[in-house]
């Protein structure tokens, strides 16, 4: 006799007292990030309580039992700090104050407060290599002229050509354009340049003035006594530029990234930096982390950021980049696996995040079109294999960020009028693509509301229509929701002492096109073919992204779906 399974249990078993004291205790846990589950929130487009149409730190506080009963560990918070915002926050002018617009101190404070009292801890958001333009800082170097001591704080050059009137060097900035700025001095004549990888309001500072570093270990101090517990480091790998500030030699230089050691990325001497915060780390109880956006080459240079000695986790960029593609995914499960066994931290692995395209709308195009894609592809094929790709990432070793609304099935916007776009690589050619938008429109609470729940006063970017029936509110205790399965998916990784922590998978025979792997009593299946596969079934059903049929001790598996099961 034949059985089918629906994607998810009843949402009953989702609310579970489990679930509940689990939550009670992870404060408590040693060693809590090798297997947490972290939420990125993206505070401008989280939830909106003063009905300005923007986020701000008091509507995160208000949604945290949102984020407790999902059944996370932690919450990292995007930059909330004072910035003129030319570039959603990642220009900061003052890293020891939080933006009106997001609120204040004691907003912070009483968010820190919030989410430890509902065991979760907070991490957020460190923006170390440059600052804003409006930095006291750089607007003293400004007006100090050429040969100032605030200068040297910065990256400052002389242009080459017979007047000064080309860039020091030919790097490019990751927005589009010369990395370089030209300056008017304070006597009114045009002066030397400025170094800025991103855009021109974000100037990188000179890590080898002794005065940057003693800047920023204060700035750790300041927000580890506010009692957040780590930090996210922005462009971590970027800190330290090569010795001269040498050409590259080639343009069209953001092709090259991810493929070689750049002279102004993944410089060896940033792992100096980090083996000095560690210690400022360490002296603070409570086992606070370190986390390092680091675009590197491979896996294996990734891993150096993730020494006993320095950060403890970084972000697995080469997963996120990898399509649905069982061999694919295999092999780069391997060799994460194989490049962080030897440093012995845990694998991190993210889908989705506030700088590339939702993993739903990735999936439901062609793979080779990258990361940031302009084209909705087939929704419904997307959505499949987002829910199975998450169960898969779900069911590795180590540790998986979640990025605000993709627990919702959202798709990414890609026709927003070109009026409302504010990504500031948007507006600078030959960057990149600059439709980063797509993936920060505010998420839907309720099914009606002007902007669904987010706030009375609309939201900062439009809404799609079709947003309502997407919301938490429509999806909460509805069968098989994209909700529903991602509040079992937590619950279950906290119940089965097999998934999380580790650094290994033993591979299953599977037919082509499906990953099978074995961790203690856990078995876990994806078929990442558009076509049903017939597999063993493995022992008791956990949990499916989609419905499958069980007879005869077999398994049929449609197309795009994960399925765990367990032994024991």
Same mark, same amino acid.
């Given at each position: ?93 003052? %890293? ?57 704080? %910065? ?245 998986? %960020? ?49 902007? %669904? ?116």
């Amino acid at each position: 006799m034949s059985q089918q399974h629906s994607a998810a249990p009843a949402p009953t078993s989702v609310t579970s007292s489990a679930t509940s004291s689990a939550t009670a205790t992870v404060a408590g846990r040693r060693d809590w990030w090798r297997d947490a589950v972290i939420y990125q929130v993206y505070p401008r487009s989280f939830a909106d309580s003063n009905g300005d149409g923007m986020g701000d730190l008091e509507g995160v506080r208000t949604r945290l039992p949102y984020l407790r009963d999902l059944g996370v560990d932690a919450v990292w918070l995007s930059p909330f700090y004072a910035s003129p915002q030319a570039d959603a926050g990642y220009d900061v002018a003052d %890293y020891r104050a939080v933006d009106p617009m997001f609120g204040s101190l004691l907003d912070a404070d009483a968010l820190i407060r919030d989410a430890h009292g509902l065991g979760l801890r907070v991490i957020v958001d460190l923006v170390p290599n440059h600052s804003s333009d409006q930095y006291e800082w750089f607007r003293r170097a400004l007006a100090e002229g050429p040969g100032s001591p605030s200068r040297d704080r %910065y990256h400052f050059r002389p242009g080459k050509g017979k007047n000064g009137e080309l860039p020091p060097n030919d790097w490019e900035s990751i927005f589009g354009g010369p990395a370089w700025t030209r300056v008017t001095e304070p006597d009114g004549t045009p002066g030397e340049w400025y170094l800025h990888l991103f855009a021109p309001e974000q100037p990188d500072f000179n890590w080898e003035h002794p005065a940057v570093g003693d800047e920023f270990r204060s700035i750790l101090r300041f927000w580890l006594d506010m009692g957040v517990d780590g930090f996210r480091i922005d462009v971590a790998h970027g800190m330290v530029k090569a010795q001269g500030l040498p050409d590259l030699g080639s343009h069209e230089q953001l092709k090259l990234l991810g493929n070689d050691v750049m002279p102004f990325f993944d410089q060896d001497g940033v792992h100096d930096i980090y083996r000095q915060w560690r210690l400022i780390l360490d002296e603070y109880s409570g086992e606070r982390i370190f986390v390092a956006e680091a675009w590197t080459p491979t896996v294996e240079r990734t891993a150096n950021y993730v020494r006993p000695d320095e950060l403890h986790q970084a972000f697995n960029f080469q997963y996120l980049g990898t399509h649905w593609d069982a061999e694919e995914l295999r092999t780069v499960i391997d060799r994460t696996l194989d490049a962080m066994r030897p440093v012995g931290a845990p694998a991190t692995w993210v889908l989705s995040n506030h700088d590339v395209t939702r993993h739903a709308t990735r999936f439901a195009n062609p793979a080779g079109l990258g990361t940031q894609i302009r084209l909705a592809g087939d929704r419904a094929l997307g959505l499949r294999r987002a829910r199975a790709a998450t169960l898969l990432m779900l069911a590795l070793p180590g540790s998986a %960020y979640v990025y605000q609304g993709e627990e919702l099935g959202l798709p990414d916007v890609v026709d927003l009028p070109d009026e409302v776009r504010q990504d500031p690589a948007y507006f600078r050619g030959a960057g990149q693509d600059g439709f980063r938008d797509g993936c920060r429109v505010p998420i839907p609470w309720t099914r009606t509301g002007s902007s %669904y729940g987010f706030g009375a006063g609309g939201s900062w970017l439009p809404q799609p229509a079709g947003w309502a029936e997407l919301s938490v509110e429509a999806q909460t205790g509805e069968p098989g929701s994209t909700l529903e399965l991602y509040r079992a998916a937590l619950a279950t990784r906290r119940d089965q002492p097999d998934l999380g922590a580790g650094d290994a998978v033993e591979w299953l025979r599977a037919p082509e096109g499906v990953l099978a792997f074995r961790r203690g009593d856990f078995v876990c299946v994806a078929n990442t073919t558009g076509e049903s596969v017939t597999t063993p079934a493995y022992g008791r059903l956990l949990l499916s992204s989609g419905e499958i049929t069980e007879a005869d001790g077999e398994a049929k598996v449609p197309g795009d779906t994960t399925v765990w099961w367990t032994t024991a």
